[in-house]
């Protein structure tokens, strides 16, 4: 038999095209278009636990235990390349990163092999038999191998320790010794010469410079079980790793963040979560999507005890997937991460820490490998497909499928939206619509007011004798002369309500400006052991909102100068604040059930919603359409009000009050379940208005028609408390499709970010600590900062475009419960949570600093220097109000 006959055999392989199945998608295509099995091997040493390679057209995997088998993918006769040298089983091989000339490193116990495919094959082809290069010999168990960006060093993992060697001379350039467990994987910095990093089974991974054998960083230990798989995202600049459990670690490894850690996702709940919210949205019908384990399975409780330990993890682009057909990826959410697991295969999205698509090997029956004990994969350009290499937990098959990302993603996530929702209204409001009547009763009191002025001018002729000839007393006609004239020159002194009037000059807002991260000092705002519960700035950035769990409400001036204002009269904590849209009225709710609007101008109740309207507290409030209506939530339900307050003041029955509201309509949530929190647009008329459930939904509902547009299931993985809507302001102006993003938070899940067109999370922030109590989130007037509080006493401030925190603000004692942006300049408020004894800081800002005082003689001196002064002393109705402050 030639040589050629031996080296280069041809085999004959069980080629798995797919029996045709009546399973078919949503959209209509066929499961065998999402994969393929395209060749099978058996080998008769089993290959699981052994590092697979593939590249753009080869795979590699060890065949009958220690021969190295090249697949070319292209090449129509379906040969295979055999390449022996080694006499030890392979434990792991690498393709080089270069295509011309294509490299790849094999291991055994017994050597490290370089090949040249280009010099092999050419061998073979004149009947010699190919060689390799010897690398490194009696190194120990090798578990991973990886080659630099440039193929100048090849990195080997054997045992505890790594070694560089040079690829040309094959010296030993470096050993990094420092695991206390076996290597599992390591990988070049793609931007930084000399940069490697690894993971062990010590379960942490280190960071080291290859050039001068030195540990730059090394980490705790992340989980109780062993790192098995590592990726290096150039574009994002993050290190992702997986361990045996299923878990998967992201940290940040850009220039100044120090390896922070951005999120650890829970693969196996991530599906569950994928597959629940499909199936509640009404996305798949279970006839159809019987065999996706998650819709049948899960629901059984057969998965329960299952892991997914991440063998492999690879690139995945999504830019192919057609957005007529699916319409459900941004541009800036295309660039996802390829999973290999022992059970299938996940496309995961590290922006929005979701699971786009699954694929359980044990689902396709064309599958020859339900469970693979290794896994190897590799994205190809030209088609947008996949090439996975497997190899089986039990025996010794291995096989190769190819996988399209593009269909996975479109069977298993197009959205069935009847119709676009968006933020701004695009249509007329509907006669059948409940805000039909604030629109028919504003046209009904313009006419009403425009007919009594039409009367008032029409001048009528008196009698004022009853003779038939009478001289005329001058009233049909106008004065000759002036009788009286009012002074309109009186200058004011800044006394009484015109201490609210604003003086706002109306300058753009600076859209370029940087992260506001300067602190500044602080003013006191209420006793020791207050809880500052929400803030909120009024629409011309002038005044400053703060609601107290002392029952109080404060309304300071934004350069936080002299009096701030003083609302009382609530039973219990102060939960909302909210400014109406002319900032004439301020909006203010309890857990006392009672809902108060006062004049801003005067410190007055104006309206009073008492306990006999809710039967449970109410947890939001809001002005709403321009401040035509009253938007609040209150147990399994949200209201429509329809208010009227009455500015008349009549001295004499000042008791009395005169506002009034009426019901406009009342929507519940899908489930029933108590609303947790509601957003809406007072800005500018918008139809739409956000809640959020017990139940962890997010529902949409259109008042324009009066029902439910859409519901978002399983948005948190606990109940929202906040749904912050991006409004922008009226000093600058978004893109229209930006004011369909909002924000939800939940404890102990982060922040989410969402686009209401296509009802998808974009981004998933999660960097701050909130692990058990409600911290407040805000949106920037531009639209490119959202702020948080947290539990670790910092504010953090994102950047829209990353899911990294890019400042931490500093300077609170407490918990960080709340933040607001100032709409006219860019500054962050933020209010910290109820403070021990002796603590200072309750509310704090860019300017200047809120803090809270012990002493009430200390109190009653700074409201001495507040409240306006009258010969000398604190005004009578100042000092109890600064008394109940204090004792509450």
């Given at each position: 038999m030639t040589p050629i006959v031996i080296l280069y055999?041809?085999?004959?392989?069980?080629?798995?095209?797919?029996?045709?199945?009546?399973?078919?998608?949503?959209?209509?295509?066929?499961?065998?278009?999402?994969?393929?099995?395209?060749y099978l091997v058996e080998s008769k040493e089993s290959a699981s636990h052994v590092q697979l390679a593939c590249s753009m057209q080869h795979c590699a995997f060890p065949l009958d235990g220690n021969e190295l088998c090249i697949w070319n993918t292209e090449d129509p006769?379906?040969?295979?390349?055999?390449?022996?040298?080694?006499?030890?089983?392979?434990?792991?091989?690498?393709?080089?990163?270069?295509?011309?000339?294509?490299?790849?490193?094999?291991?055994?116990?017994?050597?490290?092999?370089?090949?040249?495919?280009?010099?092999?094959?050419?061998?073979?082809?004149?009947?010699?038999?190919?060689?390799?290069?010897?690398?490194?010999?009696?190194?120990?168990?090798?578990?991973c191998l990886q080659l630099s960006p440039d193929d100048q060093v090849v990195a080997v993992c054997a045992g505890n320790k790594i070694l560089t060697l040079d690829i040309e001379t094959q010296a030993v350039l470096a050993k990094l010794q420092g695991h206390l467990g076996p290597v599992t994987a390591v990988e070049f910095c793609p931007w930084q010469a000399g940069i490697i990093i690894s993971v062990s089974e010590d379960r942490g991974f280190k960071v080291w410079d290859h050039c001068t054998g030195s540990l730059i960083y090394s980490s705790s230990v992340l989980s109780a079980y062993p790192l098995l798989s590592l990726f290096i995202d150039a574009g994002s600049r993050q290190l992702v790793t997986g361990c045996a459990d299923g878990q998967l670690?992201?940290?940040?490894?850009?220039?100044?963040?120090?390896?922070?850690?951005?999120?650890?996702?829970?693969?196996?709940?991530?599906?569950?979560?994928?597959?629940?919210?499909?199936?509640?949205?009404?996305?798949?019908?279970?006839?159809?999507?019987?065999?996706?384990p998650s819709t049948s399975a899960l629901g059984k409780g057969e998965q329960v005890g299952v892991t997914f330990p991440i063998l492999r993890l690879a690139p995945c682009d999504l830019s192919r997937v057609p957005h007529s057909a699916c319409g459900c990826l941004s541009s800036e959410n295309t660039q996802c991460l390829w999973i290999g697991s022992s059970v299938g295969l996940f496309v995961f999205n590290p922006a929005n820490l979701e699971v786009e698509a699954a694929l359980y090997y044990k689902d396709f029956h064309s599958l020859s490998i339900p469970l693979a004990g290794s896994c190897a994969l590799r994205s190809r350009f030209a088609d947008g497909k996949a090439l996975c290499l497997l190899a089986s937990l039990f025996g010794g098959k291995i096989a190769a499928l190819e996988v399209d990302p593009a269909a996975l993603v479109v069977a298993q996530q197009c959205p069935r939206v009847e119709q676009g929702l968006s933020v701004p209204a695009s249509s007329c409001v509907l006669p059948t619509s409940p805000l039909y009547l604030g629109i028919a009763k504003e046209k009904s009191t313009k006419a009403a007011s425009e007919q009594q002025r039409a009367?008032?001018?029409?001048?009528?002729?008196?009698?004022?004798?009853?003779?038939?000839?009478?001289?005329?007393?001058?009233?049909?006609?106008?004065?000759?002369?002036?009788?009286?004239?009012?002074?309109?020159?009186?200058?004011?002194?800044?006394?009484?309500?015109?201490?609210?009037?604003?003086?706002?000059?109306?300058?753009?807002?600076?859209?370029?400006?940087?992260?506001?991260?300067?602190?500044?000092?602080?003013?006191?705002?209420?006793?020791?052991?207050?809880?500052?519960?929400?803030?909120?700035?009024?629409?011309?950035?002038?005044?400053?909102?703060?609601?107290?769990a002392n029952r109080l409400c404060l309304v300071f001036d934004a350069s936080l100068t002299g009096t701030p204002a003083v609302f009382s009269g609530h039973d219990g904590a102060v939960n909302t604040v909210c400014w109406s849209h002319d900032q004439r009225w301020l909006l203010s709710t309890a857990q006392d059930r009672t809902l108060r609007v006062w004049s801003a101008r005067r410190t007055e109740l104006a309206l009073l919603l008492g306990k006999d309207m809710f039967s449970k507290p109410i947890q939001s409030a809001q002005f709403y359409y321009i401040d035509a209506f009253i938007l609040l939530s209150s147990g399994p339900e949200f209201q429509l009000l329809k208010y009227h307050i009455d500015t008349c003041k009549d001295e004499i029955k000042r008791y009395k009050q005169r506002s009034k509201s009426k019901l406009v309509c009342r929507l519940s949530l899908t489930d029933a379940g108590d609303v947790t929190c509601l957003s809406a647009v007072n800005d500018f008329y918008s139809h739409i208005v956000l809640t959020a459930g017990r139940n962890r939904t997010v529902e949409v509902f259109d008042l324009n028609a009066g029902c439910s547009a859409a519901v978002i299931a399983e948005a948190h993985s606990r109940p929202v408390h906040q749904i912050c809507q991006n409004k922008g302001s009226s000093f600058t102006t978004q893109q229209p499709q930006a004011y369909n993003l909002f924000l939800t938070t939940a404890i102990g899940d982060g922040m989410r970010l969402w686009d209401l067109r296509t009802l998808r999370c974009e981004r998933h922030f999660e960097g701050h600590p909130n692990r058990s109590y409600p911290c407040g989130i805000a949106f920037s007037p531009c639209g490119r900062f959202v702020a948080c509080g947290a539990e670790d006493r910092h504010a953090y401030m994102y950047e829209m475009g990353s899911s990294m925190f890019?400042?931490?603000?500093?300077?609170?004692?407490?918990?960080?419960?709340?933040?607001?942006?100032?709409?006219?300049?860019?500054?962050?408020?933020?209010?910290?949570?109820?403070?021990?004894?002796?603590?200072?800081?309750?509310?704090?800002?860019?300017?200047?600093?809120?803090?809270?005082?012990?002493?009430?003689?200390?109190?009653?001196?700074?409201?001495?220097?507040?409240?306006?002064?009258?010969?000398?002393?604190?005004?009578?109705?100042?000092?109890?109000?600064?008394?109940?402050m204090f004792k509450s």
């Open positions: 055999v041809l085999f004959v392989f069980r080629l798995k095209m797919e029996n045709p199945q009546d399973i078919f998608s949503s959209n209509g295509g066929c499961v065998r278009d999402i994969v393929i099995e395209k006769s379906h040969q295979l390349l055999i390449l022996r040298g080694h006499h030890q089983p392979i434990t792991a091989m690498a393709f080089g990163n270069k295509v011309n000339p294509l490299l790849i490193c094999s291991a055994s116990l017994d050597y490290v092999i370089m090949w040249n495919l280009d010099e092999c094959r050419k061998k073979v082809l004149q009947g010699l038999v190919p060689r390799g290069t010897v690398m490194g010999s009696l190194l120990g168990k090798v578990l670690w992201i940290f940040s490894l850009m220039d100044g963040h120090h390896y922070r850690r951005v999120a650890r996702v829970d693969l196996r709940k991530k599906t569950e979560t994928f597959f629940t919210r499909r199936v509640k949205s009404g996305l798949y019908s279970q006839p159809e999507e019987s065999w996706l009367k008032r001018n029409i001048m009528k002729d008196q009698f004022l004798v009853f003779h038939s000839k009478i001289k005329s007393s001058g009233y049909a006609s106008a004065p000759h002369l002036t009788m009286f004239s009012p002074k309109t020159n009186i200058k004011s002194e800044g006394k009484g309500p015109s201490r609210h009037r604003s003086s706002c000059t109306w300058e753009a807002y600076a859209v370029d400006c940087t992260v506001p991260a300067k602190p500044g000092p602080r003013v006191t705002a209420a006793p020791a052991r207050t809880r500052v519960c929400c803030i909120q700035y009024s629409g011309d950035g002038q005044w400053l909102a703060c609601g107290l890019s400042h931490r603000l500093a300077g609170h004692t407490d918990i960080v419960t709340a933040v607001a942006f100032n709409p006219s300049a860019p500054q962050v408020e933020i209010s910290s949570d109820y403070l021990p004894v002796l603590s200072r800081t309750c509310l704090k800002f860019l300017g200047r600093t809120i803090e809270a005082v012990q002493d009430p003689r200390h109190f009653l001196h700074l409201l001495n220097s507040w409240l306006p002064l009258k010969n000398g002393s604190v005004s009578v109705m100042s000092r109890p109000v600064a008394l109940e």
